[in-house]
């Protein structure tokens, strides 16, 4: 079943075509990934496909819905999630706290409730308190919850952006180079959360990586993009084996 | 509710409630006089205002610099109203018209928050900063101008309702209010605003709507500060509200902390204070002040107590960990 799909998107910045006619389909529990040069177009996609960008034309589906005049919020109730390249914590916030507010809209109790602390109040947000530490504690960052997200050490920060993610219930869920900046025992690690979250959750994961180690390691599908054009597709051995994908990154 | 809380409400009522008894002996036996009550009353409304201030300041993140223009609302519509509840002669008791009053000021400010604050809130940072005190301005300006309020001459008349020992329950009530407004799921959103819009967004917070709530709600506790001052000085003008206020109670959310409600209530107990006490040296009294703030700035520019909250608590504890730790450093050194 098609979760997310993306017809002909194609975005121009003012006379610069970033994405031409990029066409996408996820189907439900896939790990794809989408690799591709240095301003190849892949964040702009993953913009487009989040909200945060408009396509100048196209259209892309979310579980039956058109989300183009979505906002990015909106896109995450509608089961799209996202982390980012450069990470984004609440990062004078505690793990929990972090986690806690991507929880935000399944704590059902208005503001008078919350101000006056009813019977409602303290239900609710025991149980998003405990919701959320066991969503920490299958990313084994339990010990964790009272840090603040600034002092944790990197690749516990790129975990708990994922557990963040994780935390509003996505059916897809869109890493942005997850494994940028992490060393090779991290990036093995890293492999097995995304492989494993997979499986628990029963998502759809769409990766942007550079590490080919890690793409190839663990995606069953990749898409190759360069100059905002799909350029090849397909599994990992055959990626490999394009021509057009070798001329991409290593040039004639 | 676990057991640490349960102390730390217990803590704190009795800190509350032994504060107001210290207060109601001092005031019972004379010790403070009519004067000294005045700046207790005046303390208390500036504590309301610095902390409604510091939603938009400090847990929303931007920077607000109209909040006298709010006051001014809260204090105009709630003596108003106030007013004519008088005049149609029904007896109600002083205590009642007050919260009344407040209410009226705090809804009607709140709503011009909602309106000024929908079109406003696209802005970030000092344009914001430089439209809510354009608003502000307007405001001031347009209670000069209208009549019914007195123009520039002042609304008269307006009964005199507040005491130390209402605006003491009052404050207490609005400063537990407002913490537990920032510890609910609508104040948690509006920091995660504070920290990353971006990430916020991506987390499924609905950033305009939280960014507008907090403005209305923090002009709705202006608003409620407002009606207070009116009802304490039974007279308003709106020279009063001049954007030199609103940066006063600014300084004062800044001096306290940004986004630490303690903070703000410490720093409008001393900044409120201070002025007052250094009366007596007359013409260095400006210069002493701007002093402080100069050298608070320069040694602790996050504020004093920064983004985290004194906990009566926690600081009990504290308290006892030393005792016990010199009771066992000195046990060691005698062995």
């Known amino acids: ?244 994908v070798i001329r991409a990154y290593l040039g004639n | 509710m676990d057991k640490n809380k349960r102390k730390a409400y217990i803590i704190n009522t009795i800190s509350v409630v032994s504060l107001y008894l210290v207060f109601f002996i001092l005031i019972q036996t004379k010790v403070m006089n009519k004067y000294f009550i005045g700046i207790a009353i005046l303390t208390c409304i500036m504590i309301i205002m610095a902390m409604s201030l510091n939603i938009v300041a400090g847990f929303l993140g931007e920077m607000a610099l109209g909040h006298a223009g709010f006051m001014a609302i809260g204090a105009y519509s709630s003596a108003y109203f106030s007013i004519a509840l008088m005049d149609t002669g029904i007896a109600l008791p002083n205590i009642v018209v007050l919260i009344l009053a407040m209410i ?26 430089i439209v809510t005190i354009g608003f502000s301005e307007i405001i001031r300006i347009f209670f000069i101008n209208f009549a019914p309020t007195g123009g520039a001459a002042g609304l008269k008349g307006i009964t005199k309702l507040v005491t130390f020992n209402n605006v003491y329950w009052i404050t207490i009530v609005i400063i537990i209010l407002i913490f537990t407004f920032g510890r609910s799921k609508q104040g948690r959103a509006i920091i995660s605003i504070r920290e990353d819009e971006i990430a916020s967004e991506a987390a499924g917070i609905p950033t305009t709507k939280y960014k507008v709530l907090a403005f209305t709600v923090s002009s709705f506790f202006a608003g409620m500060g407002g009606a207070l001052y009116a009802h304490y000085q039974a007279f308003v003008e709106p020279s009063k509200f001049t954007f030199m206020f609103s940066i006063e109670m600014f300084v004062i959310v800044v001096l306290g902390g940004l986004g630490s409600l303690t903070g703000s209530i410490i720093a409008a107990i001393i900044l409120t204070v201070l002025p007052e006490m250094l009366r007596g040296f007359a013409e260095y009294r400006l210069l002493v002040y701007s002093l402080a703030l100069v050298v608070m700035m320069i040694f602790r520019p996050q504020g004093m107590l920064g983004r985290s909250e004194f906990s009566l608590t926690k600081f009990i504890d504290s308290l006892m960990l030393r005792k016990d730790m010199k009771n066992s450093i000195g046990g060691g050194e005698a062995q």
């Open chain 1, 1 to 244: 079943m098609t979760v997310l799909s993306a017809k002909n998107i194609t975005m121009q910045f003012g006379g610069l075509t970033a994405v031409d006619q990029f066409n996408l389909e996820l189907d439900s529990n896939e790990l794809v990934g989408l690799i591709g040069p240095n301003g190849a177009g892949k964040t702009t996609i993953f913009n487009m496909l989040t909200g945060v960008y408009v396509p100048t034309s196209g259209d892309i589906v979310l579980n039956n819905e058109s989300i183009l005049k979505k906002t990015p919020h909106d896109i995450v109730k509608l089961g799209a999630s996202r982390t980012f390249q450069n990470i984004r914590l609440f990062k004078d916030l505690t793990a929990l706290e972090n986690v806690k507010i991507a929880y935000h809209n399944f704590i059902n109790y208005n503001m008078i409730q919350g101000m006056f602390r009813t019977k409602k109040f303290w239900t609710e947000e025991k149980k998003a308190h405990e919701e959320c530490e066991k969503l920490l504690d299958i990313f084994d960052m339990g010990e964790y919850a009272d840090t603040l997200a600034k002092n944790l050490p990197y690749g516990q920060q790129r975990k708990l952006e994922i557990a963040r993610a994780l935390a509003s219930e996505p059916k897809v869920l869109m890493l942005d180079e997850p494994a940028a900046g992490m060393n090779p025992a991290e990036t093995v690690e890293l492999m097995e959360t995304i492989h494993f979250i997979r499986n628990k959750f029963d998502i759809t994961v769409l990766l942007i990586e550079h590490d080919m180690k890690l793409v190839m390691g663990i995606c069953e599908r990749i898409l190759v993009v360069d100059y905002g054009k799909t350029i090849a597709e397909g599994t990992p051995d055959e990626i490999l084996k394009n021509p057009e």
């Open chain 2, 104 to 129: 009226v000021g705090g809804i009607v400010t709140g709503l011009v928050g909602f309106l000024i604050g929908t079109p406003t809130l696209r802005l970030r940072g000092d344009y914001l900063g």
